[in-house]
């Protein structure tokens, strides 16, 4: 029986398969990157194809806002999620999704931002639950009921740096310790107490960053290896002493790949263009302690939120060149298969995109940032694809995938899916739709809004850079006041020689103010739309819209000063008010839907503009009439709002990066 879901039926009942069994038995998947910490799902048997209709799908719900993924264990899955009222760590039957408990342990992280909700993926160990909060809460609960056995702010307690944009790293588990990158000054890693949260060891002095800590062992000596922002250390896991440390960068850097390891050699990914490393680890200081030799550089191999997975003697990941996809573009770069002994690229395809990865059964499922799920072969030679279906087209997905019992435990940035994908046979008892079926929510696409996307959009631009944008909104401006500068005159001319009455006279300039302003605010929020299909460098001209619509407020308040409180002139002047808030709002979340980073400064700049926007209303309310001295004092005041927004750009982000 064919079950068929509109999106409305599909969004109230998040459950759509009561119960499915299965003859495998494979291990749980207790934490991110699986039971080895390298992605491996080692006993699992996967499917050689999918079907024509796409892998069934086990249950899919509606989970809320995180990048948060999923740890399963004894036939349950616990991920972290926030409402628009709270964070929580949430447990789910791993058969149908139905929850289980729940554990609220804060406010919404980011809600209006780029990026809302939990990063940090939950740790499954000895019937607890650990956590890590955005803000670097670290907490433990209890696997059956979810009640809170100890927590910790980490960051606020050991005064971490390095994770400005939320704490993001999964708690490392082993050896009755909770091992974390902080980034404190005399706690770069900290090493807590499993049962009790105490803090057992603190180590190192550099700043953090996202990637979670590698367990490794050495001639018998137990490791924990840190990806930091600007360095890459091992530290003994037992004492917290730092073995050692080699620089990997300098400023403020983003690390959030996983390093992986195979005796005696550790790989090590960094983002955007810094390519890939290989280091040997060989004994140092008398034989005492090891330390790390290069091996090999590639840099035609760079990780960020998608780390690789090493299968056989291949490496396989994708070489993110820049910033991560947008709703209106997959992220720029290939995937790659390396050699792990020598970093030689052996293939490239642009095919799968930027894309999480398992491996398991000689195969890689890679879920993408695009909501694509792919099975393909893990081969040296070349890429070649089993399968290829899309879940979620309409959203953004950055979440690692678990893998546990021929079960793909998939998460977006709202909801979360179980997907069967093992060879042995499914005996359902419930209904089971296919992945062609999956109801998809059909969402306008921002970037024709813009047109064009910077090349790196989340980079503050060059000085250059702001000033084209700023003369090509000027000239559009100059363009449109010109044209109503000789508009304003060929109609006073025509007034002097007409017999109409002063009432009848003023219609005409406000027609032409009217028209004025509704093309600036028309042509600053399509001019680069309009632009970017006749050429191919990138303009922003936004600005000159969010200018435009403050102008006109300035103009209202000047024209109704003196005016009741109450009386209808000020009615009209609430009513552009509240259409220039609208417009201020409905900008900064066109900002956060196309991911621009730098952009919302030019919310910033209307008080710098302020006194020469009174200027041009006052010589506006009294000429009567456009004139070049108007004209001016509009260029003026677009230009002090402009160069203050880009002042404060410098000074908030470029000071602060």
């Known amino acids: 029986m064919r079950l068929t879901l509109g999106y409305g039926q599909f969004a109230a009942a998040p459950v759509l398969v009561l119960l499915v069994a299965s003859d495998a038995c494979a291990a749980d998947w207790p934490q991110w990157r699986g039971p080895t910490h390298d992605g491996i799902a080692a006993d699992e048997q996967l499917v050689d194809e999918f079907s024509a209709n796409g892998p069934p799908i086990l249950w899919i719900r509606d989970l809320g806002q995180g990048y948060s993924g999923f740890a399963v264990a004894g036939g349950r899955a616990y991920t972290q ?44 160990h000895d019937g607890k639950v650990f956590f890590a909060a955005p803000n670097g809460l670290i907490g433990c609960l209890t696997a059956d009921t979810g009640t809170l056995v100890w927590s910790v702010n980490a960051t606020e307690k050991f005064h971490g740096r390095g994770t400005e944009f939320g704490y993001s790293a999964s708690p490392l588990v082993i050896d009755g310790l909770v091992i974390l990158p902080v980034g404190g000054m005399q706690a770069s890693v900290v090493a807590l107490s499993a049962a009790t949260g105490t803090t057992v060891w603190k180590s190192g002095g550099q700043p953090a960053s996202y990637s979670t800590l590698l367990p490794i062992e050495w001639h018998g000596e137990r490791l924990v290896i840190a990806l930091l922002q600007n360095s890459l250390a091992c530290f003994h896991r037992t004492t917290g002493e730092l073995w050692w440390e080699l620089p990997m960068s300098h400023g403020y850097d983003e690390h959030a790949a996983a390093p992986i390891y195979r005796k005696p050699h ?194 503050l631009p060059q000085l250059n850079e702001f000033a084209y944008w700023y003369f090509s909104c000027l000239a559009i401006l100059g363009s449109l006041t010109t044209a109503a500068v000789a508009a304003s005159s060929l109609a006073s001319s025509r007034r002097t020689a007409s017999a109409e009455s002063p009432a009848n006279r003023a219609i005409l300039p406000r027609l032409i103010a009217a028209a004025l302003w509704s093309a600036v605010v ?58 220039f808030v609208l417009l201020c709002g409905l900008y900064f979340h066109l900002c956060r839907w196309l991911g621009l980073a730098i952009e919302w400064s030019f919310l910033t700049g209307f008080i710098g503009a302020l006194p020469f926007a009174v200027l041009a209303a006052w010589l506006g309310r009294a000429q009567q009439s456009f004139s070049l001295g108007h004209a001016i004092a509009l260029v003026a005041s677009f230009s002090a709002y402009y160069w203050a927004s880009v002042g404060f750009a410098f000074w908030q982000i470029g000071g602060g990066a």
């Open 81 to 124: 999620t926030q409402s628009l009222y709270e964070q929580s760590v949430i447990c789910l039957d791993a058969d149908t999704g139905q929850k289980i408990w729940s554990y609220r342990y804060g406010w919404p992280y980011d809600g209006g931002g780029l990026y809302p909700g939990p990063r940090s993926t939950p740790t499954i």
């Open 266 to 459: 550790l790989f090590v990914a960094g983002p955007f263009r810094s390519g890939a490393q290989v280091f040997r680890l060989e004994p140092d200081d008398g034989g005492r302690r090891c330390g790390a030799v290069p091996v090999w550089l590639c840099d035609k191999f760079s990780n960020d939120v998608a780390s690789s997975v090493l299968v056989g003697d291949t490496i396989f990941g994708f070489d993110l060149k820049d910033m991560q996809s947008r709703l209106h573009r997959p992220s720029r770069g290939e995937f790659r298969a390396i050699e792990f002994a020598t970093g030689k690229v052996l293939w490239s395809s642009d095919q799968p995109g930027h894309a999480q990865i398992v491996a398991a059964d000689g195969k890689l499922v890679l879920f993408n940032d695009r909501g694509e799920l792919i099975l393909a072969r893990a081969l040296p030679m070349k890429y070649e694809e089993l399968g290829r279906v899309a879940l979620f087209p309409d959203e953004i997905c950055w979440t690692a995938p678990a893998l546990s019992d021929g079960r793909l435990y998939l998460r977006t940035q709202t909801r979360a899916a179980c997907i069967y994908i093992g060879r042995e046979p499914l005996e359902a008892t419930g209904y089971i739709i296919s992945a062609n079926e999956l109801p998809t929510r059909q969402r306008f696409d921002p970037g024709t809004l813009l047109g064009g996307e910077r090349e790196y959009p989340a980079a």
């Open 522 to 579: 028309l042509a600053g929020a399509v001019g680069s739309a309009v632009l970017h299909r006749l050429q191919t460098d990138y303009v922003f001209t936004w600005p000159l819209a969010l200018w435009a619509a403050f102008q006109i407020l300035v103009s209202f308040s000047w024209s109704t000063r003196g005016s009741r409180l109450w009386s209808w002139s000020r009615a009209r002047c609430y009513g552009v008010g509240l259409a």
